[in-house]
């Protein structure tokens, strides 16, 4: 095995620093207009979702108290229109956005955290641990994943608990098998080796060395998991096991669906939570590509 | 010098020697193939043992007593309770349940659904035909159009349909399945603006019509067009892509140039040359991707009131009716397990290279 | 009789900034049943050139000059004509070792197609002639419905030869048919390429790197440099006595089989071919070549006369700069 020079020669200035790598990767990205326009999407989605109570009152919210006509089209005051209890949709796709978000976001840190572990184990222990682990993880990605998620929570009961944990149930297999791979491929460069020899322990490695080149790719996955999260939310929370009370896109296309809107021909119901689905989906989607592209420039032809 | 053959080499009979050579190489190849299908049929079975514990514990371990929910409403004494725990079975230890659940499962004993008081196997039974059905017309047209969108973008990659179709696709695929089909829904089966109501807005036939005969083809073909519809925009993409990038890889390879220098249209070349080579990898993603399919039917069969498994499913929630749950849970779990496996053999059979190792 | 005249050949590739010039004014002729072969290093252009004759180059080159062939331009006829007479007027012969010929079809069917296609004959007609020309290359007929990776190198090239044998070619064009085979198959194939374009009097250009197989091979010899002819003649005069260094040094590196006097350590040539975008006035070869004068980096090349048959771009063949030929065998 050859050794690599750069332990006996002068300290190399061409080489980046981790500050340096930073900068470097936000030059790129500035050079994709996809990536651009994602993050555009998701910084002003996340404004005014987090901004929300600040133009909105429990008033305009609450079915009990709200003025507007019943189901009505859009109008001056109502731009989106109003639904069947005279709320503005407008505000109920923007409060809706929290919700929404943030069970996106709850259940992608769980589905990296329980995936990267399991990658991270898979790929360092070769033994039995580690084919166990992969074998677990094969037969996770055979089962359909909505009706796992179903059972799951309709067995842990209605609520944005349980659907957070269904999502991450049948999310964590792609990022356990690229971590694993990505793992695998660290493991075996001639550095950890070394390290090994100085006395690293199993921990050690795995955090201190591993980790740090797995980290950028988890990053590129967690944008497209929470991308896939949302969708899954919404699903979940349509087909009747979110939370009742609370006001979700999925719970507005449920309502939607069981308030007879389409036989009413109630276009504007229907039609807002979809495309905000749509726009933040697609935030998270171009935003995760980008990146993807910069860490990877060797990917396939035609993308 | 001899014009007849090439020094013999070990993978080349000469001429005259042909037949003596294959008879242990058929052998062979016959009994490779044997032990890939061992092994991938092991790799089924225990995929299927595995979602049957896992339904074991999110059905009978997990929930709250069903005793207790069975008996909701209705005032009954505590001795009552026990009888009916013993009878369930519920006051066996948990190894036991267990495999009395296997046992009953592998019977097709699903237990009784809560909501319809009959039993579960019967109802999944009855909705079957109308899920295979829309997810086969689904799948077959699916297939057609994503493979035939993906050679032409991938032939010309970077050409105008290959850009109106990758984000035609991106933009499908980041709506959930069921808006697209609730947005189809209102336009064509309500009518929206100037499009008149052209489709039934729901269920599988009309019942005023005759159950039977060709009226009643071209009724529940009326029904199937606008769940299959959603369906199919939904799913092409997965086709497109696999199809288009298999297409890429072929474009630079040297058998194309001696088509192309054959005189052959350009046509010509891309349908007899390079399709066929790019069709094999995409056919195990295919078999593959039917699994999704089934996540999608749960969902369209909901918006649209199609009788089938996913509706059926939909309905088990309400409840929730867990015995229903669990059929279905264990059916979908195993037809995709059954796909994969099948996915895997025919690919075997497909690819003459593969056949020959 | 004169079958191809190639006038002024030049062709270049787009690549992102600009155009790089792969064959620059190339001109030649051949008559029927001759066979020229084409020699050059990798980089020198020779299969540009073979294939721009046919219009096989990919989308982005851009070909322009004349190929009259038998006094038609192919370079300016409408596709549907180019189509009719590719492979039935002129075939190629490819790599049949790599990946030229279509994996998953069987090689029976892949030589029926051109036949059907241009002779517009039915299935069973094509089958019957592809029998036969599977026969003529003394590939067994139970062979007809194989797959090409069911067969060895040598023989998927002789199932190369008989497709582009199929539609009767008054050309064949192959291009490096030998070069990914072993040295023993390699001569096998060779005789049997030659054998039957002499009986069916097939003119060919035959393209290599090789100078010992196109000597075996070919009447005539053109050496192609930095996309350019440097010499042209009669192959064994060519090698025996070559007027250009690059072709002196070409015949060296290669012992010619069957020659002992070659046999003896096969020399290189230092320095590397020039990239095709830094070429500038004067010789190409200028840098690399051992007998260069300042003239050769200041003179425009052109192929001058120098015997009966034989043109050489080299300043050393005019009269006012030969000087002793030093480095001669």
């Known amino acids: ?303 | 010098m001899s014009l007849a053959t090439d020094p013999p080499a070990a993978a080349d009979p000469a001429t005259g020697a042909r037949n003596h050579d294959s008879a242990p190489r058929a052998a062979a190849a016959r009994s490779a193939f044997l032990h890939y299908l061992g092994s991938k049929l092991l790799a089924a079975l225990v995929s299927f043992a595995i979602t049957l514990l896992i339904g074991f514990v999110l059905f009978q371990l997990m929930p709250a007593d069903p005793v207790q929910t069975l008996t909701r409403g209705h005032p009954t004494s505590y001795a009552q309770m026990v009888h009916l725990r013993h009878q369930l079975g519920l006051d066996q230890p948990v190894w036991r349940r267990f495999v009395t659940f296997v046992a009953n499962t592998l019977q097709g004993k699903l237990g009784d659904s809560w909501q319809f008081q009959q039993p579960v196997s019967g109802l999944i039974a009855a909705r079957l035909w109308p899920t295979l059905l829309l997810t086969g017309a689904s799948t077959v047209l699916s297939i057609v159009v994503g493979l035939w969108l993906g050679v032409r973008s991938g032939w010309r990659h970077g050409g105008l349909l290959d850009k109106v179709t990758s984000s035609v696709a991106l933009t499908f695929w980041s709506v959930p399945t069921f808006w697209l089909g609730m947005i189809l829904l209102i336009v064509f089966s309500v009518g929206l603006g100037p499009i008149p109501a052209l489709f039934p807005a729901g269920g599988m036939s009309d019942p005023s019509l005759p159950q039977t005969g060709f009226t009643h083809i071209v009724d529940v073909a009326r029904h199937l067009v606008l769940p299959a519809a959603t369906l199919v925009l939904v799913v092409f993409a997965q086709y497109t892509t696999i199809m288009r990038s298999s297409i890429i890889d072929e474009l630079g390879s040297p058998y194309l140039l001696t088509a192309r220098a054959k005189g052959l249209t350009d046509a010509l070349v891309r349908r007899r040359h390079a399709v066929p080579n790019a069709l094999l990898p995409s056919v195990t993603v295919i078999f593959l991707q039917l699994g999704g399919l089934v996540t999608g039917a749960i969902t369209v069969e909901t918006v649209f009131s199609w009788p089938g498994l996913g509706y059926l499913t939909y309905q088990a929630l309400q409840v929730p009716d867990l015995p229903l749950l669990q059929g279905t849970f264990i059916f979908f779990s195993a037809s995709v397990i059954l796909m994969n496996l099948l996915a895997d053999v025919a690919y075997r059979f497909l690819d003459p290279r593969v056949r020959a190792q | 009789m004169t079958l191809l005249q190639v006038r002024d050949l030049a062709v270049s590739y787009r690549d992102g900034s600009g155009t790089a010039p792969a064959v620059r004014g190339v001109s030649l002729d051949l008559d029927t049943g001759q066979t020229l072969g084409v020699a050059g290093e990798s980089g020198s252009g020779k299969t540009s050139m073979a294939l721009s004759l046919l219009r096989l180059l990919p989308p982005g080159a851009r070909t322009s000059g004349q190929v009259l062939f038998e006094g038609e331009d192919l370079l300016s006829t409408g596709w549907s004509r180019m189509r009719a007479v590719r492979w039935s007027a002129a075939s190629v012969v490819f790599q049949g070792a790599m990946n030229a010929l279509n994996p998953v079809q069987p090689v029976g069917e892949q030589i029926c197609e051109p036949i059907m296609l241009h002779d517009r004959v039915g299935a069973k007609a094509a089958r019957t002639r592809a029998l036969q020309l599977l026969d003529s290359v003394g590939i067994p007929a139970s062979r007809f419905g194989a797959y090409p990776h069911e067969f060895s190198g040598g023989q998927r090239q002789r199932v190369m030869i008989a497709m582009a044998l199929a539609c009767r070619p008054k050309l064949v064009i192959a291009d490096e048919p030998t070069t990914a085979l072993d040295v023993m198959v390699q001569a096998q194939v060779l005789q049997l390429f030659a054998d039957l374009v002499r009986e069916e009097g097939i003119a060919v250009i035959m393209i290599s790197h090789d100078l010992a197989v196109l000597a075996q091979m070919c009447d005539r010899l053109a050496v192609m440099y930095a996309g350019r002819l440097v010499e042209l003649g009669p192959s064994g005069q060519l090698i025996g006595a070559p007027r250009h260094p690059y072709t002196a040094a070409l015949s060296r590196a290669f012992p010619v089989i069957g020659d002992p006097a070659s046999r003896r350590a096969p020399s290189g040539l230092p320095g590397d071919p020039p990239s095709q975008a830094r070429l500038g006035a004067g010789c190409s070869f200028a840098p690399r070549c051992p007998v260069a004068l300042d003239a050769c980096r200041e003179r425009e090349m052109e192929l001058w006369t120098c015997g009966d048959g034989r043109q050489a771009a080299c300043l050393r063949v005019l009269p006012e700069y030969s000087a002793p030929q030093g480095e001669s065998s």
Request: charged share 10%; aromatic share 6%.
């Open chain 1, 1 to 303: 095995m050859s050794t690599s020079t750069l332990t006996i020669s002068a300290p190399d200035t061409s080489h980046p620093t981790r500050g340096g790598a930073l900068l470097r990767f936000l030059r790129a990205f500035v050079k994709r207009p996809a990536g651009l326009a994602g993050l555009a999407i998701l910084v002003c989605v996340a404004v005014l979702a987090l901004a929300a109570p600040l133009y909105m009152g429990q008033n305009d919210l609450d079915v009990t108290k709200v003025s507007g006509p019943l189901l009505a089209p859009p109008s001056g005051g109502y731009p989106l229109g109003t639904d069947q209890a005279g709320r503005s949709i407008l505000l109920l796709v923007l409060w809706g956005a929290r919700s929404s978000l943030a069970i996106g976001a709850i259940a992608t840190l769980l589905t990296v955290l329980l995936g990267s572990s399991v990658g991270l184990l898979a790929g360092h222990y070769q033994g039995w641990i580690g084919k166990g682990l992969m074998h677990l993880t094969d037969w996770f990605i055979a089962l359909p994943s909505l009706p796992l998620a179903i059972s799951l929570a309709a067995v842990l009961g209605q609520g944005s608990t349980s659907i957070t944990i269904a999502i991450a149930v049948t999310s964590w297999t792609g990022t356990a098998r690229l971590v694993r791979a990505q793992t695998l491929a660290v493991e075996a460069r001639p550095y950890i080796e070394r390290a090994r020899a100085l006395g690293a322990g199993n921990l050690q490695v795995m955090l201190r060395h591993v980790l740090p080149n797995v980290a950028p790719l988890i990053m590129v996955s967690s944008t497209l998991t929470v991308a896939s999260a949302i969708l899954s939310e919404t699903t979940l929370t349509f087909l009747g096991l979110g939370d009742p009370t609370s006001v979700s896109w999925g719970s507005m296309l449920d309502a939607a669906f069981a308030g007879g809107a389409m036989t009413a021909g109630a276009w504007w119901y229907l039609l807002p939570p979809g495309v905000a689905i749509l726009i933040v989906v697609l935030g998270f989607t171009l935003t995760g590509r980008a990146v993807e592209h910069i860490l990877n420039p060797r990917m396939g032809v035609g993308t």
